[in-house]
Structure formats: structure tokens, C-alpha cells
């Protein structure tokens, strides 16, 4: 009770912030100059507030990742993320202390993929492995057609998330964000290189996925 109450706290210092920079915008001055840095800085929030709920997404989309999911399951597991991030990923100051460039491809995917498993492992994952561990599975969902929103772990299991946060944690980001951005862009996969693509499996950023008949792309850890 205590943390939604923290979490609705949180959602109308949002709600009233954003309100009094349109107020302001609105009731300021009309000098051209004025008005438009006044824009700026409400972009810029908006930017800031829109790169918070992705964070949320990414966080919500881990804390639904369990079989048979109950109201009860998912408030322990989220109790438990908020346990494991502290106040990391609390308040929206430090969640937007710094953003990224925005990708569409990305936004689809956060909008559209759900885990059937995989709580026990991503919940290992420091905060900037989950968002690496997240685009990297969008651009496995991207070169698979986006015809398949459902993702599922071989095995589900603690040592499994500690050895991907231990690949994913020499992962350049940029690097993903580039693959993002090219994506966007339309560049053809060709131009991939850490991406191998065939009819049975994609192997991208040392990690293997298997699209199956079932309409699930299962994580398989290989060594």
C-alpha cells in the first residue's frame, strides 16, 4: 500500500508540473523570444516525462514476466525490484537526470512484447543491463518480421540472469542505439554485423533466439 501510495504521490507532482508549465506558457509573456524558450523547456520536460514511462515500461514488462500471473505475484515482484533498485529508479529527477535519443522501433516494442517468463532472470540485471537486455530484444523482434510479441527464457533462473548482466555489462550502449537508429532509418539488415539471421534461430550480441510455431522467440543461453 505504502509504495502505490508513493508511486500515485509521484504521479501528481507529474501531472501538476506539466499543468503549470502549459499554465505558464499560457498566462507568460507574448514576446516571441520568451515564448519560445518557454516551448523548448516544455519539450524538453515532455521528453524527460515520455523517457520515465519508457523506463516504467521496461520495468513493469520484468515484473510481468511470470506464468499464471495473480495481482498477488505481481505485487510481490514488484515490491521486489523496488527492493532491489532502492531509490534509483524512484523519483523523476534522477530517472531523467539524463535521456537518449527517442527510437520508434523501440517505442513499438515496449508498447507490444510481453515475457511469459523470465522474472527470475532479468530481475538480476542492473538497471542499465535491462535497458541494453531490451533493445537488444527489440531488434531480434524487429529482424523476425515484429510478427512475434511474445518472448519466454529456456530456463528461468537467477545464474541465468547474472551470466547475461555479466555479457551485457562490456555492451556499449551506443552501440545498441546506432542498431536502433539504422532501424529507423530503414538500413537494410545486411549492414548488421553482429546480427546472424536464418530460418531457425537469430544469434545477435552473443545470444541466441528461437522463433517458434508457437508464436514465442525462446532465450537460450549457450555458452
Avoid at 61 to 72: P, Y
Avoid at 91 to 113: G, I, M, Q, W, Y
Avoid at 173 to 180: C, D, H, P, Q, T
Wanted: aromatic share 10%; glycine share 2%; with cysteine.
Amino acid at each position: 500500500m505504502q509504495a502505490q501510495q508513493c508511486q500515485e504521490h509521484n504521479e501528481r507532482n507529474l501531472l501538476e508540473a506539466v499543468r503549470f508549465d502549459v499554465a505558464e506558457l499560457l498566462a507568460g509573456p507574448k514576446d516571441p523570444a520568451v515564448v519560445s524558450k518557454l516551448v523548448q523547456q516544455s519539450m524538453e520536460y515532455a521528453n524527460r516525462m515520455f523517457y520515465m514511462i519508457k523506463r516504467r515500461a521496461i520495468r513493469d514488462l520484468i515484473i510481468r514476466a511470470q506464468s499464471e500471473l495473480t495481482h498477488e505475484k505481481r505485487k510481490s515482484a514488484y515490491e521486489e525490484i523496488i527492493t532491489i533498485d532502492g531509490d534509483t529508479e524512484r523519483h523523476f529527477k534522477d530517472v531523467t537526470s539524463s535521456t537518449e535519443p527517442d527510437s520508434e522501433v523501440f517505442n513499438r516494442f515496449l508498447a507490444n512484447a510481453q515475457f511469459s517468463n523470465g522474472f527470475d532472470t532479468m530481475k538480476c540485471l542492473s538497471i542499465n543491463n535491462r535497458i541494453k537486455w531490451m533493445k537488444i530484444c527489440t531488434v531480434v523482434w524487429h529482424f523476425n518480421g515484429r510478427e512475434i510479441n511474445n518472448f519466454r527464457f529456456d530456463n528461468d533462473h537467477k545464474e541465468v540472469g547474472i551470466e547475461i548482466d555479466r555479457r551485457l555489462q562490456t555492451l556499449d550502449e551506443l552501440r545498441l542505439n546506432r542498431y536502433l537508429s539504422h532501424i529507423d532509418s530503414g538500413v537494410s539488415i545486411e549492414l548488421f554485423p553482429d546480427i546472424v539471421y536464418s530460418s531457425q534461430h537469430i544469434f545477435a550480441f552473443t545470444f541466441t533466439f528461437f522463433p517458434d510455431k508457437s508464436r514465442t522467440i525462446e532465450v537460450v543461453l549457450r555458452p
